[in-house]
């Protein structure tokens, strides 16, 4: 084995000093964050989540993703390891991002969100002229 020890990591329930309507946790889902040239893609674990129980909106320059989980128990709970809750996260977009290009995609519980730079951003090879 090497020096890196496998480690558990427990899902992080939101905190926030606002009061929920809904019962239950609320977790703020795993992100990992790619960028290229053309686009930032955020990948978001949201295991359980159907794609009619996903919201995703861009209001102003935050870009909110809620999922809702909705799972039947095949009979009284009788004893659990694992606690079933809803995800939430925000993230700030930067005015760099062409907000009417981003586009979302789930499949298996993973969220997709590809965030494409606006043309301004993108690198671009500048022609020299002679003399």
Known sequence: MSDKELEVQKKHELETAAESTKGGPIFVPKVDIFENKDALTLVID??????DGLRVNLENNELSVYGKVNVAA???EV??????????RSFVVSEYID???????LKDGVLRLRLPKAEALKPRKIAIKAG
């Open 79 to 88: 004893y659990s390891e694992f606690t079933i809750g809803d995800y939430s």
């Open 46 to 51: 949201m295991p359980g989540v159907p794609n």
């Open 99 to 105: 907000r009417e290009k981003i586009d979302a995609s």
């Open 74 to 76: 095949p009979g009284e």
